[in-house]
Structure formats: C-alpha cells, structure tokens
C-alpha cells in the first residue's frame, strides 16, 4: 500500500477470503526503491517535520486535557494512517540503500594536520556520498563541507545505515559532522570495516596508542551508547560514579521540548531529571577566504591566543570566551568581515539533561505498570550497559532498580542474619509518624517536615527492641555566577548501638555500620520495598522543599 500511494503498480493483486496480497517481483521491487532513492532527504525531512508537529502537539493535548478534564490523555499525530505509510516507504527505501550500498575507503593521509581517510559510499557503481574521517588525538571525527543537496543526501544515507546526522550551515556552506559515538552509531558491515581498517591504520604509523586503539576496537563491535525516551536520544555512561544517562544538545529549543515531554510523562525536573548548562563561551566559524584575514586581524587585536581565544584550523573556528566575545566580533567587522556573510557566531556550550537513579526508577514503575516506551527504555539500558560495559554495569543496574521492583512486596516478619549467616534478629513491625518542629502530627511538608521511621525487632530470646531513623531535608549550597543556589537532599542520620542493630538497618536499607551512618536517596528507597511505608515515602518526598537563588 505505501508504494501504490506513490503511483506505483503491482505485479499482481490476489483476493480471497478477505485478504487482499499485493505482489512486487523482486527485480520490479528494486526498480522502484531505486527510483525512491533520490527522493530520501525529502522524505526524511518531511517526517521529521511531521514527527516535531506531533511531539509538540501531544504535549499540548495532554496539558489541555488533563486541566479541562483530570484525564492523562493526548492524541499522537504518529498513529494517523499519512504518518505511519510515510514512515512504511522510508523504511522500505532505507532497507534497499542499506543492502545495496558499498563502502570504499581511501588510503591513511598524514599530510594535514590531522591523519585523515575519506570514505566512499556508492549505490550501484555510482558515488552518492563521501565524507572525511579524521583522528583528532583523542577521538575519531567525521566531517563533510559542501552543497546543501549534497549534505542532506549523506546524511540520509547515514541514517539509512542506521546513524543519526544533522545538516547544519557553517558560514557560506553545509556541514555534516560525527564525532566517536556517531560514527560507531553506523551498524553497516562496510562502513564499520572502512573505520576500523581506519583505525588499524593509525595503530600500524604509530599515530594513536594501544589502549585507545583496543578501546576503538572494542566500541567498533561493541555499538552504539544511546537510548531513546521521549524520541530523545540519552547517551549511557559507566563510570566510577555510577550509571550516568544524559542527553546533550546545544539549542535550546530541543531542550525545552525534551523537558516539556519527560514532564508530560510524569517525570519531575529536580527529582526525576536535572537540566543544566554547560558554559563554553562561544565558537564563531569563519568562511574559506575570510579566514586567514580573521586570523591576522585577532593576531593584532590586543587579545592573546591561548588565553583570551583559541583557533582551529581544520574546523575555521574561533573559540572565544563569553567576555571577550564583542571584542572578537567588533575586531572581524573592523577589518571588513561582514557578520552572516563572511562569519557567524554561536554559543558554545551546550544544555545537559540527566536522569536521576529516582528517574530511572519512576521509568521502571511505568514499565510495571504496562507502559510499553518505558519497557522498552529499560531493556535497551540494559543491552547497552551489557555490550559496551559488561556484566558489572548490569549489575549496577539491577541494584538501582530493584527497590522499584521489590516496592511493596517485602513483608514482614522478616528474618536478619549477621555476616556469618546467622539469624540474629527479625523485624517483626514498621511504624511512621511525620514530625514537625519536634512534635509529631498527622501530615506536614516542607524544609521543617521530617519522617520517622519506627522499626520493631525481635531478638532469639524473645525480646522486643526499637530502632528509629528520622528523615529530613539536608541542604546543598552552590555558587553559581553571583548567585548562591540551595538544592535539599534526603537525609537521615541514626545511630547504630550493636551488631544487632548493624545487621537490622543493613537489611531494611543495604547500608550499616557502628556508630553515626548517613543514610541517603537510595537507602529511603529501599524502605518504599514495605508497604506499610510506601506511601508515607512518597507523601514526604511530595512535600519537597523548592531549590532557591540568593544573590
């Protein structure tokens, strides 16, 4: 059906039974797809134009309806029949152009300033797109420079092979740039072996060591680092501080559509996910023959480089920080630089959005609860952090999601053992009361509400113990500019008498020593495992105080 709405005719049409099978042979199939072909950066462009109207329209529905009538609904644009045909003939295209591309790639060239190769990708004999792959030092980079058909055309062929690429214009030209990540995000035989000989290449000139070559090698198989929600694509770290999920972009456009979808989902910005920016100043890119006069002009300005601004050459970018940015403009118009024509100025940082381990537990709650993209959120961290980071990094996983997915069920008594595996205890009751300037009372919010947690256990012989833990607000101070912001965290501070204590607190919470233990954000989760204390957790933790600039 998607290719009879493009005019095309089938080979034959059976019907019987009320089934109706259309027919393409192979070679007519081909045929037509290859005609499609040339048609693909349009087709894409109008879907992603489409995808955005649908994204921002379903957050606006929501909004509208859930005000007007307590519903969380929204109508999506993507399930009217237009949408999903067009995406049909995309796809269809897109399978031909990734099984009948071929990939060619030149020699290694020392001969810049950077060791580069250029890959080739053609499409029955005929090149349709190239681009430059480079070794900076420190990661592989990607870049095209030429006509806006000819970029928009690679970067559909990029996506055909499974990548992600953006058109950008830079001055006079178009530009298609991929840095590590991006290039290894294209799962195409051809062009992964075209990067990897790339790769070897520089090994076998000794131009990159032997950690990042075998660290290259090992992401090459590996994959891509990515995972979608909201149609944002969330890259996925593993380091020493933990499973770190962020999206980056440097408009703030997709920023503000990205938080507006994550909270139309029922995430909360502060808990759930965190936005900050990333001040870099600012990159002004010069056009081909402007360049070297932009260069001398700065070189006579009176500004140092290395200091006040840093160029590169290869990219025809200037790097200037934010207060010695009207300086650099005003020296370029001094010499005769037309802004818009001979050069153009952006701001170099970039807008960070971070899902909290509360987030990627609200994420599994959905998941639970029948929420298909949150399902699937949740199982490709899980393929990612298993392909590019190992079974440690799963591991990892399952430890922060697990009171999301025990919440509730632990019951009580429940049996506690000492290191040696011996019973030493069992909590046989859990208790709550809110506290408010030292009283307790029946509900509370705020920097001043505290949560008490009341842990009954019994000891072999019979008798009957208390252990408290009182949850409160702590506050976090940052200087930000000239101002002084005050973040609050979940906090509790009891303290352990014996052994038996240790054992009783390491079971409720994962976490316990002698003596003073912090206790934190994931310790509190662990209690939301007992019903009789999950909903006083989340009553508490609704009653957040708000974060607060002081100048």
Known sequence: MALRALGFKPSAVYRGGGVHIIAYRGAELDELLKAVTPALPSLHGLRDALAEFADAFKVVTREVVKKKFGVNWAYDVRNENFFKKLNEIIIMVENYVYRNIAVERGPLDTSGQLPKTVIRLKLGGKEIASINVYWTGKELYARFAGSRENAERLASVIKALGGEAVVKRIGRGWVVQLYTDGIIAIRHDGWLNAVRGFVDDLKGEGLISEDRHEQLVRDLEAGPNVVKLVSAEFTVYYTNKGIEIKYHTRNENPKNATVDALKARGLREGEHFTVTEQDRGYRI?????????????????????GEHYTVDSEKREIH??????????????GAGLEKGKHFTVKRGGRYVIHITYDGLREIQRMALSGDLEAERFIRELEDV??????????EKLVEVLTPAREEGTAELPLMVYDDKGNVVARVVDLRYEFVENGNPVSQCAGRDCRLR???????????????????YWAEKREKKGQDTVTYYYEAARPTVKDEVEVAVLKTLTGKAKRGRVWLYADQLEALRRFKSLEDAVDQWRAGKPQKHEQN
Not at 385 to 394: I, N, P, S
Not at 458 to 470: A, C, T, V
């Open 385 to 394: 952090l298993r392909r590019r980071y190992g079974d440690g990094a799963v």
């Open 285 to 305: 890119s010069v056009v081909k023959e402007a360049y070297a006069k932009a260069v001398e002009t700065l070189a006579h300005s009176g500004l140092k480089e």
């Open 320 to 333: 200037v920080k934010k207060e010695h940015k009207d300086t650099v403009v005003n020296a370029l118009k």
């Open 453 to 471: 947690v009341v842990v009954e256990y019994e000891l072999p012989s019979g008798e009957r113990r208390q252990f408290k833990m009182e949850w």
